[in-house]
């Protein structure tokens, strides 16, 4: 039984939803942000970089959604949640799951963990006007090259989407108009019509957008 | 044949490391930042975001370090580069690059690409006091618990250590005291004695420490 540490509106959830399309045995622990569990000892004794998600296994702890995701695929094989037998059709599934790591998580970060990066209440402030642009330009090479559609690997449902719909859920509080993003859209209602993530969403009390 | 775009001092400098190591056969093509050349339409053509590095292979163009490195020990199992054949191993391995490119990567930028995220002069210089703290946090956490040594995941040299010699290129400049970093120092040694990281050095003229 693996033991999932995720805290609302985070992306926790992409775990959460990829884990649950490949029926893992699990459960989810919450960590409260609000009374900053996330760095309490108990917690960083479990991830010492004191965030969400972590994932506990049977052969330790795991951290960081893109090597979560890969482990769930790995490790349930039947779930076909990646592609492992072609390196390169892997290689596009951690290129989209990079990009939404390490520049469009980051880019949506600057709104609401600005002390992250700055001191002066002026810059954090600086940051916030910055981040409807940013975030947006992420989306839009998202909306009209990334996104191969139905799904963002084409045919074939995979970790990229549970990881886009989780990012993706945040836009609207980003300041992005979604109007100029139907293709993302239209991918949230696709991934809203699953199981699994109707499961997630609502175990974890979620707002979509 | 291979091509990867590279610039000096970048990233990229991985995957160069990687490719050296796989015995795999490419080119390097150097893009200019000095003149721009990331934004040039040639260059988007080939890499839309505009960054290095770049991979041409013969399936198509991948971006984003994690998922080269990924692909470079996929493509080229016999030099072990990644333990493909184990989940747990294996997402070790994604974590460590993952926690690279997504918080120790994007700490060191808030220094020399500060206009990514703000565009208030006073907030991008706010942004660049708090570099040296925050990149000493993140290398503090690898001196102490990631780098399992010699290597970053034990005795098994590894695409992580590619990435890891690569960014800890940089933490003089980003104000970093190395003397507290003895373990990520003699992991830059042990490094430098390799060919394969001698050789990806000298043709892209890089800068260590």
């Given at each position: 039984m693996f033991r999932l540490y995720y805290a609302p509106s985070t992306c926790a959830l992409a775990t959460h939803i990829a884990l649950e399309e490949a029926g893992a045995p699990y459960e989810a622990v919450l960590v409260d942000f609000s009374s900053q569990s996330q760095r309490s000892p108990e917690y960083l004794a479990i991830n010492p970089k004191g965030r969400v998600p972590a994932l506990v296994t049977e052969s330790g702890t795991l951290t960081e959604t893109p090597a979560l995701l890969c482990f769930v695929a790995q490790r349930f094989p039947k779930a076909e949640l990646a592609p492992f037998a072609d390196p390169f059709a892997?290689?596009?599934?951690?290129?989209?799951?990079?990009?939404?790591?390490?520049?469009?998580?980051?880019?949506?970060?600057?709104?609401?963990?600005?002390?992250?990066?700055?001191?002066d209440p002026a810059a954090i402030e600086a940051m916030k006007r910055k981040v409807p642009s940013?975030?947006?330009?992420?989306?839009?090479?998202?909306?009209?090259?990334?996104?191969?559609?139905?799904?963002?690997?084409?045919?074939?449902?995979t970790i990229c989407d549970a990881y886009l719909f989780t990012i993706a859920s945040w836009v609207e509080a980003d300041g992005v108009d979604t109007t100029e993003l139907p293709r993302i859209r239209e991918h949230r209602t696709r991934m809203l019509a699953r199981p699994a993530v109707q499961k997630a969403v609502a175990a974890e009390g979620t707002q979509i957008g």
């Open positions: 892997l290689a596009q599934v951690q290129e989209f799951n990079s990009y939404l790591c390490s520049t469009v998580h980051v880019a949506h970060a600057h709104r609401v963990r600005g002390t992250r990066w700055a001191d940013n975030v947006t330009e992420c989306f839009a090479l998202i909306e009209h090259k990334l996104l191969k559609g139905p799904w963002v690997m084409g045919n074939d449902y």
